[in-house]
């Protein structure tokens, strides 16, 4: 019994946890079209706690769909500076010379080492089609240079030189951990009343 109730400790410790969102890696699978971002400016302001990212006018190059012109991106993200990985919310906006390109809006952030993880969906415009329902975006923040986990690390008022890439993306689903929970409960309940 004693181990039955310690692993229901540790779950609910567990759960507990979970209230404060971290931000990690994404798990989704990237793939053409893609858009590379050689360079753009990137806009940090810390607003009483208020964070607010904003990318403007970057210059982007399509590949894998069609690009009419010149290609303009704007990235607008959002969060409270305490809890950035839980609070993060945002939109894309890229036209080229026949309208509107690709928007979308960010449904999940993430970072892998030194490079900004944004996943976009709800996409529309013209390129929406041949990237599918995801759009990921990664960017790398060169100076001043941010390390693990770049939105914890941006400093008020500083303008950031970044590069990136904006890829199609499919996410990979994770096992789901309840059940894998309870079939484990489940079996420390058969064992102990056997013994």
Known sequence: MKSLISALAFGFAALGAADHAEAAPLN???????IDIPFA?????DLGGFGDLSILGAEGLASGTPQSGTLSLDVLIS???TDPAGTIGGALFSMDDNGAFLDGTLVQSGF???????????????A???????????AVFLFPALGTDPLSQLT?????DVFGTLSSATPV???AALPLLAAGLGGL???????
């Open 128 to 138: 929406a089609a041949d990237f599918g329902p995801f759009a990921l975006l990664e």
């Open 156 to 160: 008020d008022a500083t303008t950031y």
């Open 173 to 175: 689903p994770l096992p």
């Open 189 to 195: 309940v058969l064992l102990r009343r056997r013994s």
């Open 79 to 81: 969060f409270d500076t």
């Open 28 to 34: 989704v699978a990237t793939d053409t079209p893609l």
């Open 41 to 45: 400016s990137a806009d940090f302001l």
């Open 112 to 126: 892998d080492g030194d490079i900004l993880q944004l996943l976009f969906g709800n996409l529309t415009g013209s």
